[in-house]
Nanobody
Framework: VQLQASGGGLVQAGGSLRLSCATS????????MGWYRQTPGKQRELVAS???????NYADSVSGRFTISRDNDKNTVYLEMNSLKPEDIGVYYC???????????WGRGTQVTVSS
């Protein structure tokens, strides 16, 4: 299994980023996927998830600002991040969701930094 997140960067508060996560090594289309945020001193947090059928769920902290989507033809999951806040700072990973469905190898995350 390979999970490779990309698209992070440094943005000002209120800005936007679009994260992508290319996957391989499993049947992507049948696996619910999620985006997780890791910040120092905190447990990895599931911020958004999308089922195999496209149903989405969001943590309260990002609801209304983030949009998760998936492209089963490209084995890729996306996270559109708008109205970014300093509290969104962290390393973002994609994996199976919820965490009980996560693969052991979390692969490469992508750093998001928001300046105030």
């Amino acid at each position: 299994v390979q999970l490779q997140a990309s698209g992070g960067g440094l943005v000002q508060a209120g800005g936007s980023l679009r994260l992508s996560c290319a996957t391989s090594g499993f049947i992507f289309s049948i696996v619910p996927m999620g985006w997780y945020r890791q910040t120092p001193g905190k447990q990895r947090e599931l911020v958004a998830s999308v089922s195999s059928s496209g149903r989405t769920n969001y943590a309260d902290s990002v609801s209304g600002r983030f949009t998760i989507s998936r492209d089963n033809d490209k084995n890729t999951v996306y996270l559109e991040m708008n109205s970014l806040k300093p509290e969104d700072i962290g390393v973002y990973y994609c994996n199976g969701a919820p965490s009980l469905r996560a693969f052991v190898d979390w692969g490469r995350g992508t750093q998001v930094t928001v300046s105030s």
